[in-house]
């Protein structure tokens, strides 16, 4: 069976580490014996200085075996640029979508999955709030047929076009939403800059034509309450 412990080098350093655990703990006692006695206290400064230059010096080596020993993902998104809103005539659903920059800064492949949507009517109680279903996501690399999750590769960034839905028959009426996005990494967390917020506003005149036009949204510097302004709603 393929050995998983940790290679000879973060051995030798965990070694130094329990070592200097010995040094410091010595130092501790004389340092008390010292101020007690006020004894020897200037000849053990060298012994001192040293075992603390090599506390010192440890983390660098510790990171380096860690980096080799510990493989992990580490995937972050960027927010979109556009957001773009759509009715499906087929089920007269509301769809969002939009195209995130996802990269990934670990040493191991990994993977972004639908985590979960909320909309609501800012004007109103939060329990004007709408929920999406995992079911109703849907992601896809450039060029790709959605599905479920999309894989990014070390240090190979990419765009992720994700779309959601909020069910058959949901309405959408005139006045300023917020939208709420969460992707999710491989092992369920939330993915870094989650969930991504975006409040922007419609029209009753864009809401008569979504049938026929898109609202596209444009990412603005304007943030709102942590929420990210979208403007323009050009149909």
């Given at each position: 069976m393929p050995d998983d412990g940790p290679p000879p080098e973060a051995a030798r350093i965990f070694e130094e580490i329990g070592s200097l655990k010995q040094q410091l703990q010595s130092l501790k006692e004389d340092v008390g014996?010292?101020?007690?006695?006020?004894?020897?206290?200037?000849?053990?400064?060298?012994?001192?200085?040293?075992?603390?230059?090599?506390?010192?010096?440890?983390?660098?080596?510790?990171?380096h075996a860690y980096d080799e020993w510990y493989q992990h993902s580490k995937v972050e998104i960027r927010s979109p640029e556009i957001l773009t809103l759509t009715r499906d005539l087929k089920r007269n659903a509301l769809v969002f979508s939009?195209?995130?920059?996802?990269?990934?800064?670990?040493?191991?492949?990994?993977e972004v999955f639908a985590g979960a949507a909320r909309l609501r009517r800012?004007?109103?109680?939060?329990a004007n709030e709408v929920d999406a279903a995992q079911?109703?996501?849907?992601?896809?690399?450039?060029?790709?047929?959605?599905?479920?999750?999309?894989?990014?590769?070390?240090?190979?960034?990419?765009?992720?076009?994700?779309?959601?839905d909020f069910g058959e028959n949901s309405m959408l009426d005139p006045?300023?939403?917020?939208?709420?996005?969460?992707?999710?990494?491989?092992?369920?967390r939330p993915l870094p800059k989650a969930p991504l917020k975006f409040c922007f506003e419609v029209t009753s005149a864009q809401i008569e034509n979504l049938a026929r036009r898109p609202i596209e949204l444009a990412y603005s510097e304007e943030f709102y309450a942590g929420c990210q302004v979208l403007f323009g709603g050009q149909t």
């Open positions: 014996e010292s101020k007690a006695g006020n004894k020897n206290w200037v000849n053990k400064w060298g012994a001192y200085l040293g075992i603390l230059a090599s506390v010192f010096a440890v983390p660098t080596g510790i990171k939009f195209s995130a920059h996802a990269a990934n800064h670990g040493n191991l492949y990994g800012m004007s109103l109680p939060t079911d109703h996501f849907r992601l896809a690399e450039e060029g790709q047929q959605p599905g479920k999750s999309v894989v990014i590769p070390v240090e190979t960034p990419k765009s992720i076009i994700t779309e959601v006045g300023p939403y917020q939208l709420d996005i969460t992707l999710k990494a491989e092992d369920g």
